[in-house]
């Protein structure tokens, strides 16, 4: 089966403009979660979708950042406008149906913001 | 709130050595304890997990981390190292019955040399 899968793998943009990151999860996957790493720092928490709903989002940074998942396949996430500090590494991981201690993780290779 | 410390940022090792990567939790409720490694340009993978149960577990490619409750610890451990375990080691936690979001320490990096 395809893993999952980001696009676009690097981005470089300036302070101020948009970017949007996609995230393709594995076929089935109901849950799907961002992930955030800024450099040399832990890796943080963004949100979770169930299909379509956002469960939680409590670890979006602030309302620069906005995430969507249409007809529960594919996710976005935007940032506008961007600033230096959201540089860093953002992750994608699905999961099956149910508590994901259970149901394991799978993860992208991740897309490399970097904002000048 | 829970947090993941892992006090070694770098961890350079021989190969055919020993090694253990550290790991420190904190949380007032229970948790349920997860390492993962990243190879180079790849995703994070599930190397192992603690659920409930034996303190020991046993994961993919010889690794184990044993659960300590009294120090709240979580040290991945393997007895002979391979050149390909060189990678990133991410150690985390996920509040048992509390969502589904887990937080991760900060990453040790394992180089192993011949």
């Known amino acids: 089966e395809a893993g999952v899968t980001q696009f676009p793998s690097h981005s470089v943009i300036e302070k101020g403009q948009t970017v949007t990151l996609r995230c393709d999860p594995i076929?089935?996957?109901?849950?799907l979660y961002w992930y955030r790493r800024v450099m040399g720092k832990e890796i943080k928490f963004l949100l979770h979708?169930?299909?379509?709903?956002?469960?939680?989002e409590s670890g979006m940074p602030n309302n620069r950042f906005l995430a969507e998942r249409t007809g529960g396949t594919y996710s976005t996430l935007k940032v506008q406008p961007a600033e230096l500090e959201d540089s860093g590494v953002y992750f994608c991981?699905?999961?099956?149906?149910?508590?994901?201690?259970?149901?394991?993780?799978?993860f992208g290779n991740g897309t490399r913001l970097t904002v000048t | 709130a829970q947090s993941v410390t892992q006090l070694d940022s770098q961890v350079p090792v021989f190969e055919e050595a020993p090694v253990e990567l550290r790991c420190n939790y904190s949380?007032?409720?229970?948790?349920?304890l997860f390492w993962y490694v990243q190879y180079p340009n790849q995703g994070l993978q599930l190397l192992l997990k603690?659920?409930?149960?034996?303190?020991l577990v046993k994961g993919i490619n010889g690794f184990e981390a044993e659960f300590n409750k009294s120090q709240t610890s979580f040290h991945l451990r393997k007895p002979s190292v391979h050149i390909s375990d060189t990678a990133e080691y991410f150690c985390?936690?996920?509040?048992?019955?509390?969502?589904?979001?887990?937080?991760f320490g900060t990453g040790t990096q394992l180089k192993v040399e011949l």
């Open positions: 991981a699905s999961s099956q149906k149910g508590p994901s201690y259970n149901s394991p993780l799978h």
């Open positions: 979708f169930v299909k379509e709903s956002k469960q939680d």
């Open positions: 949380s007032s409720v229970s948790v349920y």
């Open positions: 603690y659920l409930s149960g034996s303190t």
């Open positions: 985390a936690a996920m509040i048992t019955g509390g969502g589904n979001k887990l937080t």
């Open positions: 076929s089935g996957h109901d849950n």
